[in-house]
C-alpha cells in the first residue's frame, strides 16, 4: 500500500516536471512566436504608422518634387524669354540711337503764335532747294507747314533738320493725284525747274503743271485758302524784250524742246485767273528768275551749279551758244522774302522776282573763274 503510494507519489512528480518542461517549452516557444508577430505587427504598425502620420507629409514629399521640377522648367522657359526679350531690346536700342542720330535734338529756334495768328500753310515741293528755304522760314515764324513732295527732285534730307517738331508734317504726294488737307494758305512750288529735269519727262511736266495746278486751285477753292503759283520767267519764253516786264507776253515756242515747262506754267497761270474769277479764288503769281544758293543740287544742270563745279574741277566751262544771252542771279533768301512779301499783299496779277541786274553768260563764267582760286578751266 505504502509501496503503491510511493509510486503513484513517484509518477505523478515526474507528470508534473514533464508537464512543468512542456509547459515552458509552449511559454518559449509562444514567446518566440509572439516576438516575430511582435516584429511583424510592429513592422506593419510601422509602416501604418508611417503610412498614417506621414499620410499628409509623404505625399507632400513628391508634390514639393514634381512642382520643383515645373519651376524648374518654367525657370529655364523663363530665362529663354528674358533673353530673347534682351536681345530685341538691344537691337531697338541700336535702331533708336540710329534714328536719334539722325533727327537733331534740338530744332532751330521757333516763334511761338497764338491761334489766331497761326496759319497752316501747305508747300508743295517743299523739300525741294526754293521750297525747303520757304519752309524754314514759315517754321520759325511759327505757323504749321505741311509739305508735300513726290521727290522727283526734292530730298528729305532738305527739310529733315524739322522731323519730328510739332508744327511740321511731311506727305510723299505726287499733287497730279487730288489732295485733302485743311490750310489757309498754299505755297504751290512742286514742279521740276532744271531743264534737263523737266526735259527728261515732258508728258509728266505738263501734267505737273497743269493737272497738279487744278488740284491746288481746287483746293484752295473747297478750303478757302490763298493761293501762290510759282510761275517761271520761262513764260517769256526766247524774249524779244530785255529786261521784261510782267505786261510782256512773251514769245514762246509751243512745240520747242522747253514747251512742256514755259506752255505747263503759261497754262498755270491761266488756270490760277479762271478759277480767280469763276471760283473767286485768292491767288498770288510769281514769276521766278535764275536762283542760287545753298541745297542746289550739284547735279542740278543749271547753269549756276554747272559753272561752278566745272571751274572747281578744272574741267571746260560749257558756255551755251555765243554767251551773249543774259540772266540776272537772285539769292534764294531774297527769292523767298518776296514769296512772302507777295502773298502778304493784296496784289493778285503775275509779279517777276529776281535780280534786276543782268549779266551775260559769257561775263558769269568770267566772274565764277576769277572767284575760284586756281582755276585753270
Ligand atoms: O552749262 C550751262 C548751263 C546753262 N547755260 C546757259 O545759261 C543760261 C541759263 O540757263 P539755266 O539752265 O540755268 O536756266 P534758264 O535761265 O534757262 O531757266 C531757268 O531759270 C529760270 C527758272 O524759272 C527756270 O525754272 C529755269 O529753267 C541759258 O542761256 C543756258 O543756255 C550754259 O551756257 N551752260
Not at 512566436?33 to 513628391?62: S, V
Not at 520759325?140 to 524739322?162: A, P
Not at 524774249?239 to 524742246?257: A, D, F, K, L
Request: charged share 25%; with cysteine; net charge positive.
Amino acid at each position: 500500500m505504502i509501496r503503491q503510494s510511493l509510486k503513484f507519489r513517484k509518477t505523478v512528480t515526474i507528470v508534473c516536471v514533464l508537464s512543468l518542461i512542456i509547459f515552458i517549452f509552449l511559454i518559449l516557444r509562444r514567446d518566440k512566436l509572439n516576438n516575430i508577430d511582435i516584429e511583424g505587427h510592429q513592422r506593419l504598425d510601422n509602416t501604418q504608422n508611417i503610412g498614417y502620420r506621414d499620410f499628409n507629409k509623404m505625399p507632400k514629399k513628391d508634390d514639393n518634387r514634381q512642382e520643383a521640377a515645373e519651376m524648374d522648367i518654367n525657370n529655364d522657359e523663363a530665362k529663354q524669354e528674358l533673353q530673347e526679350a534682351k536681345a530685341r531690346l538691344a537691337q531697338l536700342e541700336k535702331k533708336i540711337a540710329i534714328l536719334e542720330g539722325r533727327i537733331p535734338q534740338k530744332y532751330p529756334d521757333v516763334k511761338y503764335l497764338g491761334y489766331k495768328e497761326r496759319k497752316r500753310i501747305l508747300v508743295t515741293g517743299g523739300a525741294g532747294f526754293v521750297g525747303s528755304h520757304l519752309v524754314d522760314v514759315l517754321m520759325t515764324q511759327g505757323h504749321e507747314v505741311i509739305v508735300v513732295d513726290n521727290f522727283f527732285t526734292g530730298r528729305k534730307r532738305n527739310v529733315e533738320h524739322w522731323f519730328g517738331h510739332r508744327n511740321f508734317e511731311m506727305i510723299h504726294h505726287d499733287i497730279v493725284n487730288p489732295l485733302y488737307v485743311e490750310a489757309d494758305e498754299i505755297y504751290h512750288l512742286a514742279s521740276p525747274a532744271s531743264p534737263p529735269h523737266y526735259m527728261q519727262n515732258p508728258v509728266k511736266t505738263i501734267k505737273t503743271n497743269t493737272l497738279g495746278t487744278i488740284n491746288m486751285l481746287g483746293l484752295a477753292r473747297r478750303v478757302g485758302a490763298k493761293i501762290l503759283i510759282a510761275s517761271t520767267s520761262e513764260v517769256y519764253g526766247d524774249p524779244m524784250v530785255h529786261p521784261q516786264p510782267e505786261s510782256y507776253w512773251g514769245h514762246v515756242n509751243p512745240i520747242g524742246p522747253r514747251a512742256c515747262y514755259d506752255e505747263g506754267k503759261r497754262v498755270a497761270e491761266t488756270l490760277a485767273y479762271s478759277y480767280a474769277k469763276q471760283e473767286k479764288v485768292d491767288v498770288r503769281v510769281a514769276r521766278i528768275f535764275n536762283t542760287y544758293g545753298p541745297r542746289m543740287h550739284v547735279s542740278d544742270g543749271r547753269v549756276v551749279s554747272n559753272f561752278i563745279m566745272q571751274a572747281i574741277q578744272n574741267l571746260t566751262i560749257t558756255v551755251y551758244g555765243n554767251g551773249k544771252q543774259t540772266r540776272s542771279f537772285c539769292y534764294v533768301s531774297d527769292l523767298v522774302d518776296g514769296l512772302l512779301a507777295l502773298m502778304a499783299s493784296s496784289y493778285t496779277l503775275p509779279v517777276n522776282i529776281g535780280n534786276p541786274v543782268e549779266h551775260t553768260i559769257e561775263e558769269f563764267a568770267v566772274i565764277i573763274k576769277n572767284l575760284v582760286p586756281g582755276c585753270r578751266s
